[in-house]
């Protein structure tokens, strides 16, 4: 940053993704760098594809299909000081910290077998991945 940049409240992320699974899971993390290097996690938000619409009702993912995810991030109220950067991380697994995910649509907390998942993750013209952070204004 060549000047701090403050903001605070809800933030969240818009994923556009495609998987070769039939289900996953999508983390997005977003941590400060100081000027030395130094990272600083300040929030994590999850989402498990088949969930991606409906708790009530999963859908499977057609394999290699982009689609969007609106990713919470929970709240923070942070600035983050001239010569800090920001450093956004898209995965597909925090095990142990997260439950599992066997990516085959089946039963992750019974079933054994899994497949590996290629992850796309887009950033064009009509699929601007991002973070919205509600950036406020010098006090």
């Avoid at 290097?37 to 057609?62: D, T």
């Avoid at 942070?78 to 995910?101: C, D, K, M, Q």
């Amino acid at each position: 940053m060549t000047e701090p940049l403050r903001f605070a409240g809800p933030l969240s992320a818009v994923l556009y993704a495609a998987s070769s699974a039939r289900d996953t899971d999508w983390f997005v993390t977003l941590s400060e760098v100081d000027a030395e290097g130094k990272i600083f996690q300040l929030v994590q938000g999850v989402i498990r594809a088949r969930f991606r619409n409906s708790m009530k009702r999963p859908e499977l993912l057609e394999p290699g299909t982009a689609y969007r995810y609106e990713i919470d991030l929970w709240h923070t109220g942070v600035e983050i000081p001239a010569g800090g950067r920001l450093r956004v991380e898209v995965t597909s697994a925090a095990f142990p910290r997260f439950s599992r995910n066997l990516n085959t649509g089946g039963n992750n907390e019974t079933e054994t077998d899994f497949v590996a998942a290629e992850q796309t993750v887009f950033h064009d013209a009509g699929r601007a991945s991002c973070v919205m952070l509600p950036v406020i204004g010098r006090i």
